[in-house]
């Protein structure tokens, strides 16, 4: 009689699971008209920026070039995945379904980091096409380089869980950061380890030091890792309405 009485009760998080649960976010992710709008925008360009390089025809310039419009546009869709919920209003019906809370943000972060792998691949290929070869270290530091940008963007959904905030926090920030870095000396020695836009230059190109991974690593955790753990934090003490 017990199991049937708890039957009812059982959360739907426990019926849905969890690669069921990645496809449906990455599906909203990318199921508005803006939304494949953008995309259809990042792949012109990402087609179209290896074929403006003058000079020599590397690998890893092209891969820097065909990046470039994924790294600065498709961000906005990592955004949107988390404050399109609070915005529109239908974070009460997705926390309904599944209520517990984490499940449902690891799984908008899964679909956000299979959405900027499959733009940084497409990228790596349209670079690889146009140079004739790959470098197998280059693509894998540039796909990293990537998810670090994606995952920055959805920590700064999480944070502010509004879109046109949470857009214009997402770009104005960094640049604001970077950009005191280079004009306030005393800002340089942090900069050159806590700018993101700078520590991410050395691994387009082969023989990143151990000294650049360093920096790469705590930029990184100030502007990917930080704003996402306090972020899940915000998330899970939200009030939904």
Known sequence: MTPMLNEPRRSAATLVGVMTLVLVELRKTVDTRAARWLLAVVAVLTVAAPLVQTGPWTFPDLAG??????????????????????????????????????????????????????????????????????DPAVAAQLVLVELATMLCGFGFGLLVL???????????????????????PALEPAARWLDLSRTRVPLAAPGVS????????????????????????????????
Do not use: M
Request: hydrophobic share 65%; with cysteine.
């Open 210 to 241: 151990a000294q650049e991974w360093t920096r790469f690593g705590a930029s990184a955790a100030l502007w990917v890792v930080l704003p996402v753990l306090v972020g899940l934090l915000r998330t899970a003490r939200a009030d939904v309405r």
């Open 162 to 184: 509004s879109s046109a905030p949470g857009v214009a926090a997402y770009y104005v920030l960094p640049i604001a950061w970077a950009a005191a870095g280079r004009l306030v």
């Open 65 to 134: 070039a065909a990046q470039l419009p994924v790294s600065i546009l498709l961000p906005v869709l990592a955004v949107l995945s988390v404050t399109s919920e609070w915005s529109q209003r239908t974070a009460l019906t997705t926390f309904a379904l599944v209520p517990r809370r984490w499940r449902v943000v690891l799984a908008k972060l899964a679909a956000v980091a299979l959405l900027g792998l499959a733009a940084a691949l497409f990228a790596l290929g349209c670079a690889a096409a146009f140079a004739g070869d790959l």
